[in-house]
């Protein structure tokens, strides 16, 4: 019997725990194959759940910096781009992309829609594997309450025109709250060029009676619109495994907006998660995006028979 959480989610993966096997030789030699780059901590909207909204310092790489990176990790073969901030806000980063491109360098970014203007969204068609809008809302009124700005109308146009450039993947986020849950049926409204949406509950969780809601509300919109639908998240967020060691920390570095390296996204801009600072230890880690890659790492590591094969 299917996962009713995963019916329809044809060829939904971006994220391949598995393939880190791919990468052993890199791993032993702690030579990162992917970076998370934040080009800059600046954001033009003001979302009520932002972690990093208020940071002391707004700041933006330059173009140097990135393209530094280049020779820091020749081995790179992927870049998620995210923030941080928004990272269009740092005029340089639409370079980095084409050179991206050029170096055989596959690149994905999520945006909060609003600088996609056409000559912006035509290079990350053309460069870009996927584009992912964090939308969070269907109507102007609620757009203005959970991001901060009354851009609703500029950013569904701005999605429109993404949806027609050459894109492989193109979809929206929605975090799922109390403000926003009663909205989610009228995305069949607004009929988005869009291959996906994807609902997700905020990092402090969510109020079940509001998971309740929503989780009737996304049923029945998946029968009703064209588009896959995600959910997964909204029954088990993150997790965490703490029997086995974080050590996909050898593959991976998240380049802050603040100029400084993190080992991992989900401490990104804590001191002592910096690379060079960071010990090892997990103690303050409550989920991991990564726990699956560390759980084959782990079986790597101590199964001889997976290392004769590989």
């Not at 009676?209 to 996304?218: D, G, S, T």
């Amino acid at each position: 019997m299917k996962d009713e959480r995963y019916q329809g989610i044809k060829g939904f993966v971006i994220y391949n725990p598995s393939k880190v096997l791919l990468y052993m030789k890199e791993w032993q030699k702690k030579e990162p194959v992917f970076l998370e780059l934040h080009p800059s901590t600046k954001c033009n909207n003001r979302c009520i759940w932002c972690r990093y909204w208020g940071m002391a310092k707004q700041n933006t790489l330059s173009r140097e910096q990135m393209f530094e990176l280049f020779d820091k990790y020749p081995k790179v073969k992927g870049v998620r781009i995210t923030g941080g901030g928004e990272p269009l806000m740092n005029e340089q980063l639409l370079d980095f992309i084409k050179e991206c491109t050029n170096r055989g360098i596959k690149t994905s970014i999520e945006t909060n829609g609003n600088l996609l203007t056409k000559e912006v969204a035509d290079v990350i068609g053309d460069n870009c594997q996927y584009c992912r809008v964090s939308l969070d809302a269907t109507t102007p009124k609620t757009y203005k309450i959970v991001h901060g700005v009354d851009t609703f109308d500029k950013v569904i146009e701005n999605i429109r025109y993404m949806g027609k450039t050459s894109i492989p993947e193109f979809g929206l986020s929605y975090l799922v709250t109390q403000y926003n849950v009663w909205e989610i049926p009228k995305f069949k409204e607004l009929n988005l060029p869009v291959g996906y949406i994807h609902f997700k509950p905020l990092i402090e969780g969510i109020d079940p009676e509001v998971k309740k809601i929503a989780l009737e509300k996304i049923k029945k919109l998946q029968s009703e619109i064209g588009c896959n639908i995600k959910y997964d998240r909204m029954f088990e967020d993150y997790y965490h495994n703490r029997k086995v060691c974080c050590e996909i920390t050898n593959l991976i570095r998240v380049i802050g907006g603040d100029g400084k390296e993190y080992v991992c996204c989900e401490h990104a801009y804590e001191p002592d998660f910096e690379v060079g600072v960071w010990d090892g230890s997990t103690k303050k880690c409550v989920q991991c995006r990564y726990a699956n890659y560390n759980e084959i790492i782990d079986m790597f590591k101590n199964n001889a028979f997976t290392k004769e094969f590989l």
